[in-house]
């Protein structure tokens, strides 16, 4: 049934709930897993250079912003590599062939295009629960995947979030 499951993910409950899906699935059809995670400059964890001082008041040097924005990049890549080794390890130790992989950039287009040139034969990734406009103004990467990807897709669901803006009207109509 399938041979190669990609399975992008990210640190947050959801990516947990993908990985056991796509740990299961593997194990019912043996298939092997590679398990992405992308840093993504859409992403609130995202570090933004932009905002860094450009001009310091006081003439002093700018290595110290720099040092510590690198420092922060290079911790924000480390806890993807941690948080990939460990779900590698996993599926491992329960007898399933997998390996990992970390990239930066759009989330959409990577998964395609890893799942084209890894010959997946499904793509395991999760869904926000995001529709109207914030859908439009994010974006949804699930959406562009079922769209463009060059296999199957199957999409976990978050939590969609409860509004409360409307309140419920019920009718009271007597029952004879």
Not at 8 to 18: I, T
Request: contains cysteine; proline residues 3%.
């Amino acid at each position: 049934m399938f041979n190669k499951i990609l399975v992008a993910l990210n640190n947050s409950e959801v990516g947990y709930q993908v990985f056991e899906k796509a740990l299961s699935l593997a194990t019912a059809t043996n298939a092997e897993l590679l398990l992405l995670h992308i840093i993504s400059p859409f992403d609130n964890d995202f570090l933004d250079a932009s905002v860094m001082e450009t001009q310091s008041t006081y003439g002093t040097s700018q290595s110290h912003n720099m040092e510590y924005y690198v420092g922060q990049w290079d911790t924000l890549k480390q806890q993807g590599i941690d948080f990939l080794t460990l779900l590698n390890n996993q599926a491992i130790t329960q007898g399933v062939t997998s390996d990992f992989t970390q990239e930066l950039g759009d989330p959409s287009r990577i998964i395609c295009d890893i799942a084209r040139s890894w010959n997946a034969d499904l793509i395991i990734l999760g869904r926000r629960g995001l529709n109207g406009l914030s859908e439009f103004l994010l974006g949804s990467v699930s959406n562009y995947v079922l769209h463009h990807a060059p296999c199957s897709v199957l999409t976990v669901q978050g939590k969609i979030p409860v509004t409360t803006d409307t309140p419920v009207q019920t009718s009271s109509v007597p029952v004879t």
